[in-house]
């Protein structure tokens, strides 16, 4: 009966999508490419309502994601390339295929040898173990997936000493460069050893940068506080002064 339900209610979806696809002069004139962007943007809201544990928040924006799916799947079939019921279809091949400990003979006793099995038969269906990694990913992200793909088959540092080694080396190299071109290919050389430096302490790169952006965000919220208590802009408060207050924000704020 559930199901039905479910099914039911994803029918509606799908029929509302088509209808404002043909009577919505907005939807009308979307295309994949037009509202690409959308998609990103919903699912770092998705995120935010999980970090956030807010169920409430969490039902709107998971909505807002599968709208996504439909909608982008919807134009797809407008086009008369697909719709979304191969969509569902592609994605339940690829479940059953991808755990055959639960739908075939294989067995995987505990979630490390299910992760194994996985990354076994993803590398079997491409053509390079780096295959697959988002372009658009967040920078910090892509960086990390690319090296633990590559640590996966033995392309690793021996211990952790030598990151550190490279992360310096790295420093100096940047502070050597001369044109504008060697800064930006040493500073990115930096951020893919702290990435590894990171992968090697188990720190999750992406996240510590949000954390001390969010530091950074109160600290600097505490200095616009004292600037109005004094009744000043921030642009009459001087360097010193801001500076002070900066530090005095981090036994405060954090």
């Known amino acids: 009966m559930e199901c039905r339900e479910e099914g039911k209610r994803f029918q509606e979806l799908v029929e509302i999508v088509q209808r404002l696809r043909k009577e919505c002069p907005w939807d009308k004139e979307q295309t994949n490419q ?5 998609l990103i943007e919903e699912a770092y ?3 935010e309502a999980i970090e956030e544990n ?13 709208l996504q799916v439909v909608f982008h799947s919807q134009i797809k079939k407008d086009e008369g390339k697909f719709d979304v019921v191969v969509v569902i279809d592609r994605l339940i091949k690829k479940l059953i295929k991808r755990h055959p400990h639960v739908f075939g003979e294989s ?3 505990n979630a490390e040898e299910v992760l194994k099995q996985w990354h076994q ?5 491409k053509s390079s173990i780096l295959e697959g990694i988002p372009k658009r990913m967040p920078a910090l ?3 990390y997936k690319v090296q633990d793909r590559m640590a996966k088959v033995g392309f690793e540092w021996e211990n952790i000493n030598d990151v550190w080694e490279k992360v310096f080396e790295e420093i100096q190299e940047l502070k050597e460069a001369k044109t504008y071109e060697e800064k930006v290919h040493e ?10 430096l990171a992968r090697f302490l188990k720190i999750d790169s992406e996240e510590a940068l949000h954390l001390a952006t969010d530091r950074s965000i109160k600290r600097f919220n505490y200095i616009e506080q004292k600037a109005k208590q004094q009744g000043k802009k921030l642009e009459e408060m001087s360097l010193e ?3 002070k207050y900066w530090n005095e924000s981090k036994g405060v704020v954090g």
């Open 34 to 38: 037009s509202i690409k962007n959308n």
């Open 107 to 109: 067995e995987a006793k």
């Open 121 to 125: 038969i993803k590398q079997e269906e």
């Open 187 to 196: 500073f990115g050389d930096i951020l893919t050893a702290l990435v590894n």
């Open 141 to 143: 992200l892509r960086s």
């Open 45 to 47: 809201e998705l995120l």
């Open 54 to 66: 807010d169920d409430e928040k969490m039902i709107e924006e998971l909505g807002d994601v599968l």
């Open 241 to 243: 002064e801001m500076d």
